[in-house]
Nanobody
């Protein structure tokens, strides 16, 4: 049974940092691309970042470039999202997705077969 579990969310002040983790069981992440999405209240789910399995390249939404970094640890079957200089507009539920190959459509929800249940990130003073 495939399980994708996100962790590391929480409440942080503007300018602070968090590191999210995406751990998989019953599934080997190093064969697929892995993406982070987020969904704020009343808004559509949007792509945040993706790491491509074929060449290790990474993609970021314009809104997080220079502040967020995606990485993977194949030995731990885990992908991380380091989030720095957080802003109130980063507040959302963050989801990990995998099972796709990524590429030019990395930010499409249809690209991925497996999703976690999300972790809440709240940026507020």
């Amino acid at each position: 049974q495939v399980q994708i579990v996100e962790s590391g969310g929480g409440l942080v002040q503007p300018g602070g940092s968090l590191r999210l983790s995406c751990a998989a069981s019953g599934f080997t992440l190093d064969y697929y691309s892995v993406a982070w999405f987020r969904q704020a209240p009343g808004k559509e789910r949007e792509g945040v970042s993706c790491i491509i399995i074929t060449d290790g390249s990474t993609y970021y939404a314009d809104s997080v470039k220079g502040r967020f970094t995606i990485s993977r640890d194949n030995a731990k079957n885990t992908v991380y999202l380091q989030m720095n200089s957080l802003k109130p507009e980063d507040t959302a539920v963050y989801y990990c997705a995998t099972g796709g190959l990524g590429g030019s459509t990395w930010d499409s929800l249809d690209e991925y077969d497996y999703w976690g249940r999300g972790t809440q990130v709240t940026v507020s003073s």
